[in-house]
Structures are given as C-alpha cells and as structure tokens.
C-alpha cells in the first residue's frame, strides 16, 4: 500500500542538488515493498507554471528505473492536478535502484536517484505461461484466472463497491473486469485534454483496493471504439489518454481490456491497434491485453499488440476450434449472464444450472473464465452461480490447471488432461463415460459442480469405464494418478510438458469435408444458406465442430465469425467492409472427434 508522499519542488534546494543533478538520496520509494506502488511527487516553479499552463498535455516527464539485476523500467508520469505531476512506480524485486529522469523542463532533464526496495512475499503481476495459461511475475506460480464483472464498479458509491470487492474475494475470485471510466469515457473528462483529477483519485483507490483484497482490475478502456475516438477525437489526444491510464494505473495488477466489444464499429481494428501500440509503449511492465469482443477477440491477434483471446460467446465450436489455432491464452469474459433476481435483460441472460453448464463446457474448451451476473452491486454477489464458481476455482485448484489442454479420447463428456497425470471430464448429460489413460493406479473423484461434494473410487488400467453417482445433474469427474499430482504439486516450473501447437492441414485432398453452400453471391444483412458435407464418414467424422468465417482483407476489418453447424443460415455482417461490393473469403475449419482440424477456403462477391 503506498503511502502520502512529499513533494519534490524543483525550486527547493532540499530535494534538488543542482550542482550535482542528484535528487535526494532518501527517495520517496526507499523501503517499499517489492510489488507495492509508490510514488515521486514534482511540483512545478512558477516560471515553470507560467509556461506550461496545461501540464497534462505539455509537460514530458518520465523516468527510467533500473533494477537490482539490471533490466530497465520506464514510467511516465501523470498530471495530479494545479502543478502537481507524479511518478507511480512499482518494483519488481528487493534491492538498490537508481532512476534517471527525462523532461522538457530543464530543472528535471537529466536528474538522478536511488532507493532501496524492501522483500515482500508478493507474487507479482499476472503474465502469460504455459502457451494457454497463466503465472505471476514475482515468484513464478501458477495464476488461476477466475473474473468477475461489474462493469460499473468506478461509478458505485463506495459502500456497494466495498461490498462487491469483499464478497468476491471471499469467493476466491481474483480478478474484476469493468469500465474504467464509468459508462462511457466523458466520465472522467471534461474535454479530450482534460481530466477530472478527484475522478482518478478516486479510481486510483478503487484500483489499490482490488489488489490489496487480491483481485487484478480488468480494466476496459471504453465500451467500444466509436465512442472512445468520440471522446478524443485525434490520435495525440487518445495518446495522451492512453499515456495518462497508464501512468496512474500500470503499477498497480492489471489487465487491459481495451473496449468491451469492437466487431460493429467501422474501423474497429484500426483503432484498436493504434490503443494496443500506445499500451504497449507506456505500460513498463507490459501486462496482459487484449479487448472485449462481441463473439472473439482472436481477429485483431494479426496486429501483434495483444496477448491474450478474450471472448463473448456462448457457442463451443468458437472457443475450441480456436484454441487449436492460437498460442495464446483465452478468457471466456461472457459466457453467459447469471440471472440470481435482477431479471433477464438479454439473450445470453440464463438461470444458475445453465450458467453452470456453460462454466464448464468454457473450461473443456481450454478457457479460463470470467463470472457476470444481470444485477448490479454487493446485493447480488451471494448467487447459486458465484457458489458454484467457488467450486470450480476449489476443483481446477487441486490440478496441474496451467498444464491441463483439451483431451479427446474420452466419450460420454469433454475433457481436459495432462496425459500420464489428471484427466477431468465435465459430463454434462450423465451416462457412461469411458476414458482412455496410460496404465497405472489412479484415483477416481465424482465431483457434483453444484456444492462441490466428492465421491471417491481407485481404479488401475488403460481404459475407465464408469458413471457418475446418480444422473440427477451433471458431474465433473477427475481421474488422477495415484501420488503424481502430490509430487508435482511442489513444482511450478512449467517444464514437465511442452504444448505443440497442431498444424492445420489445408490440403483438399485430405480435409474430410466439402463446401456445398452458399452457391452463389451473398448480400450484407440477407440469411443465406451454408452446408458442409461429410466427404468420407470415419469414427473421427462422427462428431464435428465447424467454424465459419468471413473476411475481406483489402479493408482490413478482421474476420467474423459467420456460423457453427455444419449447415444453416448466415447473414454477412455490414462491419466486415466499408464499401460494397467486395470479395470475402470464407474460411471453414472444421475439428474431428480426434482434435485434428481441417481447413477449407472459398472466395464470394459480396454486393450491398
């Protein structure tokens, strides 16, 4: 927790040695614990002041910190209010640091200093590991992704707030997605180059508190592109906006989260990318980004700013045909909305045994998860579908969940494994499940997803065969080897498998699968059918995913997703072009029973 902090005056000899250019040896971040914010106050002279009458949008200052084992660090520094400019920083290990500034004002350009960062048993920041998954920075453990949303926790007053954050990291959550600046971004602006200083004050609390209740702050920059390039209208004032978040916020655990979707803005990606590249050139400590998205977020991976999926959609086929696809991880944001009292608002608003269903069926697909529920406050947080969260956070602990990746040779459910370790099977209508493993011992757990209540077996060999206690209501079942995960257990070192990403066999003469229709010319916003067919029927055949896309690369709107079955009706969305007639190329990827998939292209008009 950082501490009130004193101002460093470029006009006080007390803190400036102008002979040397040192500032003072005790600096404002001497014995702050590595991983807790602290900050370096500056204050302008009023020669200062009288030249650069909107700090904010005039005054460059930044310092580049350089830590115990040499690796560098640079933080701009934000506009506090009256001449006041601060510096937040964050170190990411104990020992001596020194920081040298840079500025456009002379009285600051060039000066140095030093302090000395405490130990902490901090785990650090969130990180990518693993390919698919999740770490913290500090100490090298395994990060358990488990969100929840409330997308107007910057606008609550502080008592409902409080009462959200404390109900959630009592369920073990330990991560809360929102807007950062209420319901849309004039919130905390009165004009482009003009923020409200008590606003982000305020926020600046909010954000502490998360973190010190042991929740990252998943924060969306706006709800989408249109109305952010509203709010700042030119590229230096979305900049500058960009540079201020992340000055204020960077230091502390976050993610970036840039609109809450962007599929139906015109120039979306565009956008997007230009937000993406400024995150990455301000945030020193590069935490995970991504955006919101209305069905995925993968499109927009093409322009290397991101570094994580995010998604909003319910329909598997999305998220597990993409899970084939990208070395990145993936976060469900939206799986679906748990309506506990507040009323269905939306389509994707669903009762607690569906929600479950879905929480489940986002982790087969190799999705960590994000919780929503359609109320809004403290009032909502005790819910059948964050109970039921609580139990899917216990499970997926009591794995190797950061080496877990979809499994196949399992019938009856859907699974996840780590072969010749776990196996965990979400059965959504109980039966018989059979499951192929390595021969050994292995525990087996029957695990009702509800209340978390456990029924154990043993069983030895290659091949389980069983079903779960009662068919009352889906199970999760874990089928672990006896004594390895124990063994494991005490290792995060993400060594004991490598993930292979698969190649996608595009060859016609292997892809198992045809494209029949659209036969014709398609028309923006007209349904017109689609079909695959089965070439060749074989057991893998037997049970297929498919994922059609649509994309006209000349306007560079990125791909949409157009349909998951294997035939129906698709409408061409208006956001994939901005002038008609145009060719789209349809890709269709369809994921056999074995995990294997195929890829077909075809080229359509596409008129207005």
């Known amino acids: 927790m950082s501490r009130k902090q004193p101002i460093l005056s470029a006009g006080l000899a007390v803190w400036l040695c102008a002979c040397a ?16 914010p602290c900050e370096i106050a500056f204050e302008l002279s009023d020669q200062d002041a009288s030249l650069y009458p909107n700090p904010y949008a005039t005054v460059d200052l930044k310092a580049e910190f350089r830590s115990p084992h040499h690796r560098t660090f640079l933080e701009p520094a934000y506009w506090d209010g009256g001449r006041r400019l601060v510096i937040r920083f964050t170190p990411t290990e104990a020992g001596d640091w020194d920081y040298r500034l840079t500025s456009n004002l002379a009285a600051w350009e060039g000066k140095i200093g030093s302090f000395t960062a405490a130990p902490s048993d901090s785990p650090g920041f969130v990180r990518v590991a693993n390919v698919h998954h999740w770490a913290y920075t500090g100490r090298n453990l395994p990060h358990l992704w488990m969100g929840a949303t409330e997308m107007r926790f910057a606008v609550l007053d502080e008592a409902a707030f409080r009462a959200e954050v404390d109900a959630r990291s009592a369920q073990k959550f330990n991560h809360l997605r929102g807007l950062a600046l209420g319901d849309r971004p004039t919130t905390g602006y009165s004009s482009p180059d003009s923020p409200d200083v008590a606003w982000f004050r305020r926020l600046d609390e909010r954000v502490r508190y998360l973190n010190q209740k042991g929740l990252a702050a998943d924060l969306i920059l706006s709800s989408g592109p249109a109305a952010l390039a509203k709010a700042f209208p030119t590229r230096e004032t979305r900049r500058r906006f960009v540079r201020y978040l992340a000055a204020r916020y960077a230091p502390f655990n976050v993610t970036w989260q840039a609109v809450a979707q962007f599929e139906d803005d015109p120039d979306g990606r565009a956008l997007l990318k230009e937000l993406g590249e400024a995150l990455k050139e301000f945030d020193p400590y590069q935490h995970p980004r991504t955006s919101g ?15 994580f999926v995010a998604y909003g959609a319910t329909d598997d086929s999305v998220g597990a045909v993409e899970h084939q696809l990208y070395a990145v991880p993936f976060v469900n944001l939206d799986f679906a909305r748990e309506d506990s009292g507040a009323g269905k608002q939306r389509p994707n608003d669903v009762d607690s045994a569906t929600f479950r269903h879905r929480l489940w069926n986002a982790t087969m697909n190799g999705q960590y998860v994000t919780y929503a529920n359609t109320g809004s406050g403290g009032q909502y947080a005790d819910s059948p579908g964050a109970r039921q969260m609580k139990v899917w956070f216990d499970v997926l602990s009591d794995t190797r969940h950061w080496e877990l990746e979809p499994y196949f040779d399992v019938d009856g459910g859907r699974a996840v494994a780590l072969e010749d370790v776990e196996y965990l099977v979400y059965v959504e209508k109980p039966g018989p499940v059979e499951l192929l493993v390595e021969k050994h011992g292995y525990d087996v757990l029957w695990i009702n997803p509800i209340d978390g209540e456990v029924t154990r077996q043993k069983f030895r060999g290659d091949h389980f065969t069983g079903e779960p206690p009662n068919r009352a209501h889906d199970w999760v079942l874990h089928v672990v080897r006896e004594g390895r995960v124990e063994s494991m257990g005490r290792s995060y070192k993400f060594e004991s498998r490598d993930i292979v990403m698969q190649e996608i066999d595009q060859n016609t003469d292997k892809v198992p699968f045809t494209i029949e229709q659209p036969a014709g010319d398609l028309m923006v916003g007209k349904p017109s059918n689609y079909a695959a067919k089965i070439k060749r029927e074989t057991r893998a055949t037997r049970s297929m995913m498919w994922l059609w896309i649509g994309e006209v690369p000349a306007d560079g709107q990125g791909y949409r997703v157009l349909a998951t079955s294997q035939q129906g009706s698709l409408t061409v969305p208006a956001g994939i072009a901005r002038n008609f007639p145009v060719v789209m190329s349809l890709r269709l990827y369809g994921m056999n ?16």
Not at 21 to 36: D, V, W
Not at 599 to 605: C, I, P
């Open 21 to 36: 250019g040192q500032l003072q040896a005790q600096s404002a971040c001497t014995n702050t614990p590595s991983y807790t």
């Open 593 to 608: 029973a074995n995990g294997k998939v195929y890829a077909l292209d075809k080229a359509y008009q596409v008129g207005q």
């Open 293 to 307: 998205a209305r069905v995925t977020s993968a499109p927009l991976l093409e322009d290397r700013w991101m570094d």
